[in-house]
């Protein structure tokens, strides 16, 4: 009878759409480290464990998922969208910046705040942009996936996959053949044993979202939150600013003619594991499944678009930007001019691709500004202590902008797989193992 019964609660459990069992437990989470403090930090390796499983499957899907699309798609047509994809990125998060520092101009963050002169923080140095650009050919493409090197990686694999459709056009070995289409077939198979993987991991993603935000609130706690309210305030109204002008009104709904509600529908996903996780890189396979299952974009699309915007779009990074810069001038009394605001957007949406994969971009991103504007660098260590919360808001608008230009470019290549000419209905289930969850068939 116990049995039963338990099996009946685990039954129910599941019918609940796991972004609403993890949205659940993302707020249960940090209402339990504001009440409980720092002990909740004893959760935080349950957390970790969410996020380390996200990443072990972050270069297998890149790699299974960027060889399905390139199966799918010819080189002349990669090199078209791939321009397409670079300049949205670019122009996406220049906006980002000047949204930032509009809404910092209004809101004033850093008001009644004094910077403590010895308050100190390293960063790591950000690399030179002609060492990054070196650095996307890589010595040992092996070693490059090993070592979890995005840009480097999906060098490769591009030109692996380009040299296999070559060589099927040219060879008229049937061997040879018979050989390509059994390595694009076991490719096949891997992309669907990858996203199951995915959604499995999600289905332990509710313990570990809410062990995650339980141990960063239970660190921060209010009275390290307070006296950074109007910062993290203003960051979050820029953020729904970008996300809803520009992304929903702006792209979706200008640029696709789709529904914004339906494309929130169905990154949602993608968006709170954003949130939970603070990582681009770490929410790419959950990305990756949302544009497959939820918005049907064909892989050509989305197999280049998001593993390269988890590596250089940063428009939620370049619009903090903005925001700190302003921030930074309060607290030291002094007031940005135009062209001193013009010079965070250009170092901003240039440091965004100069900094790619390096990790604690944002700061080292606020780094440079404060060095090109003479502003005190004590502020980067005067942040630090509530960076976690603020960079989960930047990751999670950086997620939705891949996400939103991968939607864009493939309406414009045709690359949106319609059924009865609309976007699939997310809230429908998907079939893992036989039972159903959140998500498309």
């Keep these: 009878m116990a049995r039963g019964n338990i099996k009946e609660y685990w039954s129910r459990y599941r019918a609940v759409p796991i972004v609403y069992r993890i949205g659940a ?72 910046v000047v949204i930032g520092l509009t809404v910092a101009n209004l809101i004033n ?11 100190a923080f390293d960063t790591e140095e950000a690399p030179d942009f002609l060492d990054v650009i070196m650095g996307i050919v890589p010595e040992e493409p092996i070693g490059a996936m090993a070592e979890g090197d995005v840009l480097a990686t999906i060098f490769f694999v591009i030109v692996f996959g380009m040299a296999l459709l070559l060589l099927a056009e040219s060879s008229e070995d049937e ?55 109007l910062l993290i305030g203003a960051l979050l109204v820029a953020v729904l600013v970008h996300i809803t002008v520009v992304y929903l009104g702006g792209l979706i709904f200008l640029l696709t003619r789709q529904s914004p509600l339906s494309f929130l529908t169905g990154s949602k996903d993608a968006i709170i594991t954003a ?32 593993p390269l915007g988890a590596t250089i779009n940063m428009d939620g990074t370049a619009m903090y930007q903005g925001v700190a ?23 901003a949406v240039l440091a965004s691709i100069g900094s790619a994969g ?13 060095t090109q504007l003479g502003l005190p ?18 990751t999670m608008t950086n997620v939705t902008g891949d996400l939103a230009v991968t939607t864009v470019v493939a309406h414009w290549n045709d690359g949106i797989d319609f059924e009865s000419g609309s976007w699939v209905d997310p809230t429908r289930g998907l079939d893992i193992g036989g039972e159903t969850v959140s998500g498309d068939d």
């Design 25 to 96: 437990a993302f707020v249960l989470g940090s209402v339990l480290g504001l009440v409980v403090g720092e002990p909740a930090t004893v959760l935080e390796p349950l957390g970790e464990l969410f996020v380390q499983l996200l990443s072990m499957i972050v270069i297998p899907i890149i790699i299974f998922t960027l060889l399905m699309g390139i199966r799918r798609i010819s080189p002349s047509t990669l090199g078209k969208v791939g321009g397409q994809i670079l300049a949205l990125y670019a122009v996406l998060s220049g906006i980002a």
């Design 109 to 119: 963050p850093g008001r009644g705040l004094t910077l403590e002169e010895d308050t």
């Design 175 to 229: 061997a040879v053949q018979s050989g390509i289409e059994s390595i694009f077939n076991i490719v096949e198979a891997g992309t669907e044993a990858m996203f199951k993987i995915v959604w499995g991991v999600m289905e332990y993603g509710v313990i570990g979202v809410f062990a995650l935000m339980a141990a960063v609130f239970g660190e921060a706690g209010t009275d390290a939150l307070m006296p950074f309210a």
């Design 275 to 306: 949130l939970s996780i603070r990582s681009s890189s770490g929410t790419l396979p959950v990305t990756m499944a949302n544009a497959d299952d939820n918005l049907r974009i064909n892989e050509g699309i989305y197999g280049f678009s998001l």
């Design 325 to 347: 810069a302003i921030f930074a001038a309060n607290l030291v009394g002094v007031e940005l001019t135009i062209a001193e605001q013009v010079t965070v957007v250009l170092i």
């Design 358 to 370: 390096v990790p604690g971009t944002g700061l080292i991103m606020l780094t440079m500004v404060l």
């Design 377 to 394: 660098l004590a502020v980067v260590g005067f942040v630090a202590g509530v960076d976690p919360i603020l960079d989960r808001l930047r």
